[in-house]
């Protein structure tokens, strides 16, 4: 369990990073949702110990992060978003450097290497320089990296950027597999990779966490009140609006939250953690706007 109380962060530009995060985190894979900016980059770093709080206290299974860090870094794994390599380091020689500061032994060190490099598809160029891989191959890499020495936490941001779809599939399947005995803590716009994968999903807003809790449950806050339409209606009743907006084969389709429904031509929608996530922002906006 990852516990958080009363968070902040505030940077020396002002920006309020992380505002009063107060938060539980089962173990599983867990979701981290919020649009550019939010604040899921700094909650990240915060708890892989790469920056310090103004305030507050992070538990995770009885242990002080915030206090001990360097006891926390030995049972983390971390997938940052963009990452450097040393230029000249093969795949295998700097998964091997990492494993040593993870302070593994010899034997381990084989062990998990061969198995990562398998894993991640990444055999055949394991004697070849990083710096020279593809996109995709370089997220591998991170992704093996991450994964060494069996950690309690791992924190992944945008783990499937640059991977093709069958790639993506396999780290999917991968991580929930991985996930049972540990906590996985995933930061993607893909929400449709959140709802497939995560049971439980933090949703965070200018620095505030503004929803949280098992995927089932939020999604059905919203069942019956999602409608899909091919054209808006003159005047959406009060307390109605539009959350998003897509189009199928070249026309528009209006996925549009209302109590009752809105038109003639509206259809009951089955509602997804992408409507409750759109409902929840459009819902903070109101209340910004209005307070």
């Known amino acids: 369990m990852l516990a958080l109380k009363n968070i902040n962060k505030r940077y020396a530009d002002g ?3 992380l505002n009063d995060v107060t938060i539980r985190i089962p173990k599983g894979m867990v979701g981290l949702l919020g649009p550019n900016g939010a604040g899921k980059s700094s909650l990240m770093r915060t708890l892989a110990c790469l920056q310090n709080v103004d305030k507050g206290q992070i538990n995770f299974d009885g242990l002080d992060v915030l206090k001990y860090p360097n006891d926390m870094r030995k049972q983390l794994g971390y997938l940052p978003q963009q990452f450097g390599v040393y230029p000249t380091m093969s795949c295998r020689a700097l998964l091997e450097h990492i494993a040593i500061l993870k302070g593994l032994n010899a034997k381990q060190r084989k062990q998990q290497i ?3 490099l398998s894993l991640l598809n990444l055999s055949t160029f394991a004697n070849k320089n990083v710096s020279h891989f593809s996109g995709g191959m370089k997220q591998r890499f991170g992704i093996a990296q991450a ?3 069996n950690p309690k936490l791992i924190i992944l941001d945008e ?3 640059g991977l093709d779809p069958a790639e ?3 780290l999917n399947n991968l991580l929930v597999a991985i996930s049972k005995e540990r906590l996985v803590l995933l930061s993607t716009h893909i929400v449709e990779d959140i709802e497939n994968q995560c ?7 200018q620095g505030h966490l503004i929803q949280h809790g098992n995927v089932d449950d939020l999604i059905n806050q919203l069942a019956g009140n999602v409608w899909l339409l091919k054209s808006l209606p003159s005047n959406l009743a009060k307390g109605s609006f539009v959350l998003s907006q897509s189009y199928r084969y070249g026309e528009p389709i209006f996925r549009v939250f209302a109590l009752e429904c809105p038109s003639a031509e509206a259809i009951a929608a089955k509602v997804t953690l992408q409507d409750k996530y759109f409902y929840e922002l459009k819902s903070q906006e109101v209340k910004n706007a209005t307070s």
């Open 15 to 17: 920006t309020h990073a």
């Open 114 to 116: 061969n198995d990562l």
């Open 147 to 149: 994964l060494l020495g």
């Open 159 to 161: 783990p499937t950027a």
């Open 199 to 205: 049971r439980f999903v933090a949703m965070i807003n």
């Open 168 to 170: 993506r599939e396999s």
